[in-house]
């Protein structure tokens, strides 16, 4: 009888537990925005990351090795800015830490050696 009731306790104590990350994931500070510029798709988003928040960008392109010139601004100012290559999946990823002070409205262009610039905006 104890052993049935200690198998039901744990029971307990893990499925809340599991309750309880699941809200803090559902709960996240992340704001994501999702689009395309003709073939090439990207998704933007910025979270909290240990109080401050980060910039997350993906672009998938059409093919590897290829040169964007990227510039990210946070509202007016801009934040960094060079050329990122692909990687052998057709995929440019940037991370940056962004001022936890500054404008919530953030912006990458993206723009290919030959071709118009993919432009992203989020508001957090």
Do not use: H, N
């Not at 709960?27 to 990207?42: F, L, N, P, W």
């Amino acid at each position: 009888m104890k052993k049935t009731i200690l198998v039901v306790l744990v029971a307990v104590v893990l499925a809340v537990g599991a309750g309880l990350g699941i809200r803090t994931a559902v709960a996240s500070d992340e704001v994501t925005e999702r689009g395309a510029c003709g073939t090439t798709a990207y998704e933007l988003s910025v979270e909290d990351d240990d109080g401050a928040p980060e910039l997350s960008f993906e672009l998938q392109a059409t093919g590897p090795g290829e040169t964007w010139q990227v510039v990210v601004e946070q509202g007016d100012r801009e934040v960094l800015s060079g050329e990122r290559m692909t990687d052998e999946d057709a995929e440019l990823d940037l991370d940056a830490v962004v001022d936890d002070g500054g404008s919530d409205t953030f912006t990458v262009t993206a723009t290919p050696a030959s071709g118009e610039a993919c432009i992203a905006t989020v508001t957090r």
